[in-house]
């Protein structure tokens, strides 16, 4: 369920993919069952056309990749992490508008 600019990060990438990124990365946490991910997925899918070549941009299935999830206290999704030099620079609970997260990543790579 990703876009052509969307990642699919998981327990075996995520520190390659994410904490070792050169550029600012954002992380869905997300599951197929929950509805309000579902409702984030366009918005998600927009900032990775948008972002192109800036940060990065990707999902995590919670319920496929619990080691991570369980690593950064994911308890409630949709969750959005934003992620520069390993670290993390911004947490977003429940439905997000694009424009805030948008501006997030602005922030990150400017």
Partial sequence: MAGAN???FTDANFDA???KSNVPVLVDFWAEWCMPCRMLTPTIEALGEQFVGKA??????TDANRKISVQFGITA???VILFKD???AKKFVGLTRKE???AAITQLTA
């Fill in 86 to 88: 390993g670290q993390i």
């Fill in 77 to 79: 999704i949709p969750t």
């Fill in 100 to 102: 805030d997260l948008a």
């Fill in 17 to 19: 993919e994410v904490i």
């Fill in 6 to 8: 969307i990642q699919t």
């Fill in 56 to 61: 990065k941009i990707g999902k995590v299935d």
